[in-house]
């Protein structure tokens, strides 16, 4: 496991559908974090979380979005009902342990939803 | 509310020129970081700087973080085609894992 791996690439739903979003952190982490990145702007923080625990989801949107991170396999970012303007770059960053201060992320390729 | 600007949105120049971008805040930051990232992919990491003043070089590349550490700059010596790509800066403010980011700096390196 070279990196952070994300799926799908690409990821096209329409109006109403479902979107999930998967996230496999660098070998050896328990930490994921996702961020949401729209056309022309920075990365917004949306959702922290340990195995089994959801530690920070202040930046998620408190309707039809939800995170998790099982015991067992990838984190997953799941988006009910989806609208046009959750058209956007998703990506999730791994860490061993909570960031220490100067940490820089490792993210990973990224989630392109597009909503039709 | 902490907010990053980085200036400026786009630039355009020729290969061998030097270049300046900035990300700058009103808020005091622990750490900046600066990533880069080309289309399609995720950013990826270029250096941290954590010391007001510090000046970190990475070949032809130099980060600097403001002495009251609420701004930082990277410079470009001598840019090469391979350097386009989008610069973004990130602030570690009150949480060090929920990072501040500026909207980037689209550089194009025309040959």
């Known amino acids: 496991n070279a990196g952070v791996m994300q799926n799908p690439r690409h990821l096209v739903r329409r109006r109403g559908q479902e979107a999930r979003l998967r996230c496999s952190p660098m070998?050896?982490?328990?930490?994921v974090y996702w961020y949401r990145q729209l056309p022309e702007e920075g990365l917004k923080f949306m959702v922290y979380l340990q195995k089994e625990n959801i530690i920070d989801e202040s930046g998620m949107p408190k309707e039809r979005f939800s995170a998790e991170f099982p015991k067992e396999g990838p984190s997953i970012l799941r988006i009910q009902q989806v609208v046009r303007g959750d058209s956007a770059a998703y990506f999730c960053?791994?860490?061993?342990?909570?960031?220490?201060?100067?940490?820089?992320?490792?993210f990973g390729s990224g989630t392109r939803l597009t909503v039709v | 509310t902490q907010l990053l600007e980085q200036s400026p949105q786009f630039l355009s120049i020729q290969e061998g020129e030097n270049l300046t971008v900035y990300c700058n805040s009103s808020?005091?930051?622990?750490?900046l970081q600066w990533y880069r990232q080309e289309p399609g992919e995720g950013p990826v990491l270029l250096v941290t700087?954590?010391?007001g003043g510090e000046v970190k070089k990475l070949k032809r590349l130099t980060f600097q973080f403001g002495d009251a550490r609420k701004d930082s700059s990277l410079h470009i010596t001598a840019a090469q085609t391979g350097d386009t790509g989008l610069y973004l800066c990130a602030g570690e403010g009150y949480s060090n894992y929920q990072l501040i980011w500026g909207a980037g700096t689209k550089l194009i390196i025309k040959p």
């Open positions: 808020s005091v930051f622990s750490s």
């Open positions: 960053a791994s860490s061993p342990i909570l960031l220490t201060p100067g940490y820089g992320y490792t």
């Open positions: 700087v954590v010391t």
């Open positions: 070998k050896g982490h328990s930490h």
